[in-house]
T-cell receptor, first 118, second 115 residues
Framework: AQTVTQSQPEMSVQEAETVTLSCTYDTSESDYYLFWYKQPPSRQMILVIRQEAYKQQNATENRFSVNFQKAAKSFSLKISDSQLGDAAMYFCAYRSAETGGGADGLTFGKGTHLIIQP | KAGVTQTPRYLIKTRGQQVTLSCSPISGHRSVSWYQQTPGQGLQFLFEYFSETQRNKGNFPGRFSGRQFSNSRSEMNVSTLELGDSALYLC??????????????FGPGTRLLVL
């Protein structure tokens, strides 16, 4: 079974600064997908960014970018120009690329609580 | 396009009762997954349905069941509720597009409290 580890329970950053959230995962598969989801106090889970393991190019979405290191099984999220609205729990997630997505759906880390200081 | 909708948003039940939660996926999506979120266990996969068939199932007891209808709407049922079933239940749907079918889009969740 795959595991996802987020080693930072909480991070704090000044508004307009850059912050990086860490995620490592363990898998024996070679083809998979990785995601970062954001869960604000409303509890709605919002997709932030998606990475396909077979693509070496790091995904970017506006102020959000990832550093995907497949050999190291590392998938960090960088948020540039942090804004107050970025405050939320951030979850790293893994999904197998096997037909049907594998047996476990999305496997999530425990999350990192991001605080934005004004 | 409307997002994933879940009803009800909040629910209070007592131990031993059963509960049914409903989820309507994004229009055109045929895959629906359910997750349980608790402070202690985090986010855990319950099951996934595609075209009315259960495709995957997580490690939950048989008290947890689900189904999907021909219009892709899904329900999950929990029988003989226990205190530990108190949680946020999240539903997610995935597009048919083969290049994006692994990506899940979540609804707002149903918060269940078991007393």
């Amino acid at each position: 079974a795959q595991t996802v580890t987020q080693s930072q329970p909480e991070m704090s950053v000044q508004e307009a600064e850059t912050v990086t959230l860490s995620c490592t995962y363990d898998t024996s598969e070679s083809d998979y997908y990785l995601f970062w989801y954001k869960q604000p106090p409303s509890r709605q889970m919002i997709l932030v960014i998606r990475q396909e393991a077979y693509k070496q190019q790091n995904a970017t979405e506006n102020r959000f970018s990832v550093n995907f290191q497949k050999a190291a099984k590392s998938f960090s999220l960088k948020i540039s120009d942090s804004q107050l609205g970025d405050a939320a729990m951030y979850f790293c997630a893994y999904r197998s690329a096997e037909t049907g997505g594998g047996a476990d759906g999305l496997t999530f880390g425990k999350g990192t609580h991001l605080i934005i200081q004004p | 396009k409307a997002g994933v909708t879940q009803t009800p948003r909040y629910l209070i039940k007592t131990r031993g009762q059963q509960v049914t939660l409903s989820c309507s996926p994004i229009s055109g999506h045929r895959s629906v997954s359910w997750y349980q979120q608790t402070p202690g266990q985090g986010l855990q996969f319950l099951f996934e349905y595609f075209s009315e068939t259960q495709r995957n199932k997580g490690n939950f007891p048989g008290r947890f069941s689900g189904r999907q209808f021909s219009n892709s709407r899904s329900e999950m049922n929990v029988s003989t509720l226990e205190l530990g079933d108190s949680a946020l239940y999240l539903c997610a749907s995935s597009p048919l597009d083969p290049s994006r079918q692994e990506t899940q889009y979540f609804g707002p969740g149903t918060r269940l409290l078991v007393l």
